[in-house]
């Protein structure tokens, strides 16, 4: 969609003073764009090359090795149905088939009113509450179709404020005052490490 | 670490290679010893050349260390005192083989289709190492089949085996990662971002260290297959760098040029424009028979000897009204032959440059330096000169490795940021006409800005020339819009302050060097006073050597006044150019690629030309061409072969004493010319006017991709040649109030045109730019006769 806006340069600039080189803010800035569109738009990715002093086709070499950075637009709720062995011993699967009649969409897909985004994945590591799935990365467990159908309709509702809409990141942000920082080098300015000179022949 | 103690330092390392005791160098690489001592282990991603990655596992190895063996990928060894070494043992050989059951899983067997097939890495070790056969009888990944990664290259990801040799090449070595691996897993591939291609100027080497058939040039793609092909060496000629060249043709036609890896200059590296630019070689408007004027003035095909002859009477006159430009394209040994002839004719207006170079006392007159010593690790270089990526650019492999990895510092005495500034230790981007001012102030110190450059930059660049550190100083031509005695003076001015400075000749065109050490040097000022004389009734005959002086000489009003007011121009050329539409009598040379000579590069280091093909139609070797207008002339050089040319250039050049250049063919790296120079240059004195207040300092320098002929006639390069813009600093833009990409007028002391304005953040304030021989307009029409150009630049319709 786009670039970032005005407030998220800002804020931008704040993360990249965090770090001795610029480009250690590549992964942070990704999350602030998926926070702003709910996905890491093209444009996005070119802005935060320029903000990082590196060439887009970096950006996207990182942004691509994370799954959870997603390139295209996805539903407000991305849904996540396990089928790994634990839930579909106890209906995961029939789970996932239920969520693709009703919502009417395959894996991968998202409703035509962008509100639902599905995907079949693997173990999220809650398999004593099989058959389970998350929303936007927030676990719901042990449910029933049913379960499942009113889960949606809450969410169409506005019911579950709990659940923020995709990429939001934390509500809690953290502003750190530039006299509060630990020291901030950059490791060429570091000199030897200790360990690494330890372990050097001692010179005659 | 107490048996190393132990050893003395003189001897190398220990080591044990299949059941064989050697020794390897001190931090040897393991597969780099093994290489040298004639065990050659498989291997995909390890180039000599790049970081080792470990990447493709091809190159396992049994090594024990002393807590048993196991499978270590020799690339990332080092070889330690008493390892033991198995390249041949069963589970060396078992894990080979398991790579490349693996490898082959993904990869095509496309072969007999495949540009590679025939010369491919994977195809070769498959055979030798491999196991014959796959047991993998699912669906092969799919991709789409080629998509251009740029203008030049095409990537098949299928074909890909990910050895990270392009995206490392494109990182490390070019410093333009515009390739990346995307995506991860089995879905791994490498690719561009969207609408950002692999526009490096260096991108044809991914083709050419590509292990497998995933990448491949355009200009190359299904137009021959590798047993085909027969090669030779020979040297890049496309600029004064002298890049190692294998040159291979098909059926008598140039198809590749392929890096040969030389230690002291290209490392194996090419820039596109060496790479492609024999394809110019091919083009359809050679020059192909000798051409005199009829009656009417118009052009008719002659036979060799009376064209020979109309050469030499127009030689044969009064030899101070008779003009010489050109002879830097020309190998050395045809160099020779025309200064001979000049010489016995008497002839001294002679200029091998065309008014867009140096004085070539900066090479005669200045300690000469080589590129290793400009790339030694502890040195300082400075750049008074033209950005090397866009004149140079394998020269600029070379200082890109040395200031990024080898920690040389680098000092930037130039009008805008070149390729190289981001590693800069200083960066004096001086406006253009003060080079010489700041370089003087680099030793007195400054309070304020000079020339536009912060006393601070000033402070770094005379504690770096101040270390004791050896200084090189690459000099060039940094702006066409200034004078040249600007950068002899900074040089001069520099030479002041660090007395053992040595200098490395940044003289872009050819063979220039070769032409300087020969003698088509000027006498007075250059090609500038051959065509005011011109101008002015004192020479009314013209002899170009390979040389346009209508498209190449930056003063353009003057060339065309000159060409107007002479009666006979003879031009000595490849292709159909703008001078040799003006000319009476046109002798068709042979191009690149065609003759055997040799060249002489930056350093006064010799190679190799070699020829490959024939030339097209009665085309001629230059020493040819010089012999036998010689003879029509009255003058015999008494030279009947190559070989014979050679035996007298031995004999009667100095600098070539004791260089056999018959030998030179299969060495590595080239001789050197003999002499060394005691510095001998004096300081010019320039006096450039201030800038008046609405005034913008004009810039005028070359890129990569211009609308030079060569560039022009390469089908695969033409469209690459950058269109006509003015630029400046984006500061700028805004205080003109016009955005990026609008129309402005720029009008200059002869006139105005108009061109697009663009925003470029290298430029420093105060300084427009327009690029020489660009398509739509060019430069030179801007350049007059002062030592510099202000021009001012306004909105159109205001």
């Given at each position: 969609?786009?670039?970032?806006?005005?407030?998220?340069?800002?804020l931008?600039?704040?993360?990249?003073?965090?770090?001795p080189?610029?480009k250690?803010?590549?992964?942070?800035?990704?999350?602030?764009?998926?926070?702003?569109?709910?996905?890491v738009?093209?444009d996005?990715?070119?802005h935060i090359?320029?903000?990082v002093?590196?060439?887009?086709a970096e950006v996207?070499?990182?942004?691509?090795?994370?799954?959870m950075?997603k390139?295209?637009?996805?539903?407000?709720?991305?849904?996540?149905v396990?089928?790994?062995?634990?839930?579909?011993?106890?209906?995961?699967e029939e789970?996932?088939?239920?969520?693709?009649?009703?919502?009417?969409i395959?894996?991968?897909?998202?409703?035509?009113?962008?509100?639902?985004?599905?995907?079949?994945?693997?173990?999220?590591?809650a398999?004593?509450?099989?058959p389970?799935?998350?929303?936007?990365?927030?676990?719901?467990?042990?449910?029933?179709?049913?379960?499942?159908?009113?889960l949606?309709?809450?969410?169409?509702?506005?019911?579950?404020?709990?659940?923020?809409?995709?990429?939001?990141l934390?509500?809690?942000?953290?502003?750190?005052?530039?006299?509060?920082?630990?020291?901030?080098?950059?490791p060429?300015?570091?000199?030897?490490p200790a360990w690494?000179?330890?372990?050097?022949?001692?010179?005659s | 670490m107490t048996a190393?103690?132990?050893?003395p330092?003189?001897?190398?390392?220990?080591f044990?290679?299949?059941?064989?005791?050697?020794?390897?160098?001190e931090?040897?690489?393991?597969?780099?010893?093994?290489?040298?001592?004639?065990?050659?282990?498989?291997r995909?991603?390890?180039?000599?050349?790049?970081?080792?990655v470990?990447?493709?596992?091809?190159?396992?190895?049994e090594?024990?260390?002393g807590?048993?063996?196991?499978?270590?990928?020799?690339?990332?060894?080092?070889?330690?005192?008493?390892?033991?070494?198995?390249?041949?043992?069963?589970?060396?050989?078992?894990?080979?083989d398991?790579?490349?059951?693996?490898?082959?899983?993904n990869?095509?067997?496309?072969?007999?289709v495949?540009?590679?097939?025939?010369?491919?890495?994977?195809?070769d070790?498959?055979?030798?190492?491999g196991?014959?056969?796959?047991?993998?009888?699912?669906?092969?990944?799919?991709?789409?089949?080629?998509?251009?990664?740029?203008?030049l290259?095409?990537?098949?990801?299928?074909r890909?085996?990910?050895?990270?040799?392009?995206?490392r090449?494109?990182?490390?070595?070019?410093?333009?990662?515009?390739?990346?691996?995307?995506?991860r897993?089995?879905q791994?591939?490498?690719?561009t971002?969207?609408?950002?291609?692999?526009?490096?100027?260096?991108?044809?080497?991914?083709?050419?260290?590509?292990?497998?058939?995933?990448?491949?040039?355009k200009?190359?793609?299904?137009?021959?297959?590798?047993?085909?092909?027969?090669g030779?060496?020979?040297?890049?000629?496309?600029?004064?760098?002298?890049?190692r060249?294998?040159?291979?043709?098909?059926?008598?036609?140039?198809?590749?040029?392929?890096?040969?890896?030389?230690?002291?200059?290209?490392?194996?590296w090419?820039?596109?424009?060496?790479?492609f630019?024999?394809?110019?070689?091919?083009?359809?408007?050679r020059?192909?028979?000798?051409?005199?004027?009829?009656?009417?003035?118009e052009?008719?095909?002659?036979?060799?000897?009376?064209?020979?002859?109309?050469?030499?009477?127009?030689l044969s006159?009064?030899?101070?009204?008779i003009?010489v430009?050109?002879?830097?394209?020309?190998p050395l040994?045809?160099?020779?032959?025309?200064?001979?002839?000049l010489?016995?004719?008497g002839?001294?207006?002679?200029?091998?440059?065309?008014?867009?170079?140096?004085?070539?006392?900066?090479?005669?007159g200045?300690?000469?330096?080589?590129?290793?010593?400009?790339?030694?690790?502890?040195?300082?270089?400075?750049?008074?000169g033209?950005d090397p990526?866009?004149?140079?650019?394998?020269l600029?492999?070379?200082?890109?490795?040395?200031?990024?990895?080898?920690?040389?510092?680098?000092?930037e005495?130039?009008?805008?940021?070149?390729?190289?500034?981001?590693?800069?230790?200083?960066?004096?981007?001086?406006?253009?006409?003060?080079?010489?001012?700041?370089?003087?102030?680099?030793?007195?110190?400054?309070?304020?800005?000079?020339?536009?450059?912060?006393?601070a930059?000033?402070?770094?660049a005379?504690?770096?020339?101040?270390?004791?550190?050896p200084?090189t100083?690459?000099?060039?031509?940094?702006?066409?819009?200034?004078?040249p005695d600007?950068?002899?003076?900074?040089?001069?001015?520099?030479?002041?302050?660090?007395?053992?400075?040595a200098?490395?000749?940044?003289?872009?065109?050819g063979?220039v060097?070769?032409?300087?050490?020969?003698?088509?040097?000027?006498?007075?000022?250059?090609?500038?006073?051959?065509?005011?004389?011109a101008?002015?009734?004192?020479?009314?005959?013209?002899v170009?050597l390979?040389?346009?002086?209508?498209?190449?000489?930056p003063?353009?009003?003057l060339?065309?006044?000159?060409?107007?007011?002479?009666?006979t121009?003879?031009?000595?050329?490849?292709?159909?150019?703008?001078?040799?539409?003006?000319?009476?009598v046109?002798?068709?040379?042979a191009?690149?690629?065609?003759v055997?000579?040799?060249?002489?590069?930056?350093?006064?280091?010799?190679?190799p030309?070699?020829?490959?093909?024939?030339?097209?139609?009665?085309?001629?070797?230059?020493?040819?061409?010089?012999?036998?207008?010689?003879?029509?002339?009255?003058?015999?050089?008494?030279?009947?072969?190559?070989?014979?040319?050679?035996?007298r250039?031995?004999?009667?050049v100095?600098?070539?004493?004791g260089?056999?250049?018959?030998?030179l063919e299969?060495?590595?790296?080239?001789?050197?010319l003999?002499?060394?120079?005691?510095?001998?240059?004096?300081?010019?004195?320039?006096?450039?006017?201030?800038?008046?207040?609405y005034?913008l300092?004009?810039l005028?320098d070359?890129?990569?991709?211009d609308?030079?002929?060569?560039?022009h006639?390469?089908?695969?390069?033409?469209?690459?040649?950058t269109?006509a813009?003015v630029?400046?600093?984006?500061?700028?833009?805004?205080?003109?109030?016009?955005?990026?990409?609008?129309?402005?007028?720029?009008?200059?002391a002869?006139?105005?045109?108009?061109?697009?304005?663009?925003?470029?953040g290298?430029?420093?304030?105060g300084?427009a730019?327009?690029p020489?021989?660009?398509?739509?307009?060019?430069?030179?029409?801007?350049?007059?006769?002062?030592?510099?150009?202000?021009?001012?630049?306004?909105?159109?319709?205001?």
């Amino acid at each position: 969609m786009s670039r970032l806006n005005p407030a998220n340069v800002t804020l931008a600039h704040e993360i990249i003073s965090h770090y001795p080189k610029k480009k250690s803010a590549l992964i942070p800035l990704l999350h602030l764009a998926q926070e702003q569109d709910g996905y890491v738009a093209d444009d996005a990715m070119e802005h935060i090359a320029e903000l990082v002093e590196v060439t887009p086709a970096e950006v996207l070499g990182t942004c691509s090795f994370y799954e959870m950075f997603k390139r295209h637009p996805v539903g407000t709720y991305m849904i996540n149905v396990c089928t790994n062995i634990a839930c579909q011993l106890m209906g995961g699967e029939e789970l996932l088939h239920h969520a693709e009649e009703t919502l009417g969409i395959r894996p991968g897909g998202t409703t035509d009113d962008g509100l639902f985004t599905l995907e079949d994945v693997e173990c999220i590591a809650a398999c004593t509450e099989a058959p389970c799935l998350q929303v936007n990365y927030r676990h719901e467990y042990r449910l029933s179709t049913d379960d499942f159908d009113a889960l949606v309709a809450d969410l169409r509702s506005g019911k579950r404020s709990d659940i923020p809409a995709h990429g939001t990141l934390g509500t809690v942000r953290q502003h750190i005052p530039a006299d509060r920082r630990a020291g901030i080098r950059h490791p060429d300015d570091e000199g030897t490490p200790a360990w690494f000179a330890s372990r050097q022949p001692a010179e005659s | 670490m107490t048996a190393t103690e132990e050893t003395p330092t003189t001897t190398g390392v220990p080591f044990t290679l299949n059941g064989v005791e050697l020794e390897a160098h001190e931090g040897e690489n393991l597969i780099d010893a093994c290489d040298r001592l004639g065990v050659h282990i498989p291997r995909f991603c390890y180039h000599p050349r790049m970081t080792p990655v470990g990447m493709c596992r091809m190159c396992l190895v049994e090594i024990d260390t002393g807590r048993g063996p196991a499978l270590q990928p020799s690339c990332m060894m080092t070889v330690s005192p008493n390892m033991v070494v198995n390249t041949e043992s069963e589970a060396t050989v078992k894990a080979q083989d398991g790579v490349l059951e693996l490898l082959l899983i993904n990869h095509p067997l496309d072969c007999p289709v495949c540009d590679k097939g025939g010369e491919c890495p994977l195809q070769d070790n498959a055979y030798a190492f491999g196991p014959g056969e796959s047991r993998f009888v699912e669906e092969k990944r799919h991709y789409e089949k080629p998509i251009p990664i740029s203008d030049l290259v095409y990537l098949d990801r299928e074909r890909c085996i990910l050895c990270d040799r392009c995206t490392r090449f494109a990182d490390e070595v070019a410093g333009d990662p515009l390739i990346h691996f995307v995506d991860r897993g089995a879905q791994t591939q490498v690719n561009t971002f969207p609408d950002h291609p692999f526009s490096s100027y260096f991108s044809g080497n991914t083709v050419q260290i590509c292990p497998v058939g995933a990448l491949t040039a355009k200009p190359y793609r299904f137009k021959a297959r590798p047993w085909d092909l027969t090669g030779v060496e020979s040297t890049a000629a496309v600029d004064s760098t002298g890049a190692r060249v294998a040159v291979q043709s098909s059926q008598n036609r140039l198809v590749r040029v392929l890096g040969v890896d030389s230690d002291a200059v290209n490392w194996g590296w090419l820039s596109d424009k060496e790479r492609f630019i024999h394809e110019a070689t091919d083009a359809e408007d050679r020059l192909t028979d000798p051409l005199t004027r009829d009656a009417n003035g118009e052009f008719v095909v002659r036979r060799w000897v009376d064209a020979n002859r109309a050469a030499g009477e127009a030689l044969s006159g009064d030899a101070d009204r008779i003009g010489v430009i050109g002879g830097a394209r020309l190998p050395l040994e045809a160099q020779f032959l025309w200064a001979r002839l000049l010489e016995a004719k008497g002839i001294t207006n002679v200029d091998a440059q065309l008014g867009d170079g140096l004085d070539p006392a900066i090479v005669s007159g200045a300690p000469r330096a080589t590129i290793e010593r400009a790339c030694n690790p502890g040195g300082v270089v400075v750049l008074l000169g033209a950005d090397p990526k866009e004149e140079l650019p394998s020269l600029f492999l070379r200082l890109r490795h040395a200031v990024a990895e080898d920690g040389v510092k680098l000092i930037e005495l130039t009008p805008r940021a070149s390729g190289l500034s981001s590693y800069a230790k200083a960066r004096l981007h001086a406006l253009p006409g003060t080079a010489a001012e700041v370089a003087a102030a680099i030793s007195t110190g400054a309070s304020a800005a000079v020339g536009g450059v912060d006393a601070a930059e000033l402070a770094k660049a005379a504690e770096l020339l101040g270390s004791g550190a050896p200084v090189t100083v690459l000099v060039g031509r940094a702006n066409l819009a200034e004078s040249p005695d600007v950068t002899v003076a900074a040089l001069s001015a520099l030479h002041d302050l660090v007395p053992d400075l040595a200098v490395l000749s940044g003289l872009r065109r050819g063979n220039v060097h070769g032409a300087i050490e020969m003698g088509l040097t000027p006498n007075a000022d250059g090609t500038e006073a051959i065509l005011t004389a011109a101008v002015d009734g004192r020479i009314d005959t013209l002899v170009l050597l390979g040389a346009d002086p209508m498209a190449d000489v930056p003063n353009r009003d003057l060339a065309e006044a000159a060409f107007a007011a002479v009666s006979t121009v003879v031009s000595v050329d490849t292709f159909n150019t703008a001078s040799t539409a003006r000319a009476d009598v046109v002798l068709p040379a042979a191009a690149w690629g065609e003759v055997d000579g040799t060249f002489c590069n930056l350093e006064g280091r010799l190679s190799p030309l070699a020829a490959k093909v024939t030339a097209p139609g009665q085309a001629r070797a230059d020493w040819i061409i010089a012999a036998e207008v010689a003879a029509a002339a009255g003058v015999d050089l008494e030279v009947t072969t190559l070989g014979e040319t050679r035996a007298r250039m031995s004999a009667e050049v100095d600098a070539l004493a004791g260089i056999d250049l018959d030998a030179l063919e299969g060495e590595a790296d080239g001789p050197l010319l003999a002499g060394d120079h005691a510095w001998s240059l004096s300081a010019p004195s320039v006096s450039v006017p201030p800038v008046d207040g609405y005034g913008l300092r004009l810039l005028v320098d070359r890129t990569l991709w211009d609308e030079g002929t060569m560039v022009h006639h390469a089908p695969s390069l033409a469209h690459l040649a950058t269109t006509a813009s003015v630029s400046v600093a984006p500061g700028v833009l805004d205080r003109l109030g016009v955005a990026a990409g609008d129309t402005v007028s720029v009008g200059h002391a002869n006139g105005s045109i108009e061109l697009p304005i663009k925003a470029d953040g290298r430029l420093p304030e105060g300084v427009a730019r327009v690029p020489y021989r660009a398509n739509g307009f060019d430069a030179g029409a801007l350049i007059g006769d002062g030592p510099v150009v202000d021009v001012r630049i306004d909105r159109v319709g205001s």
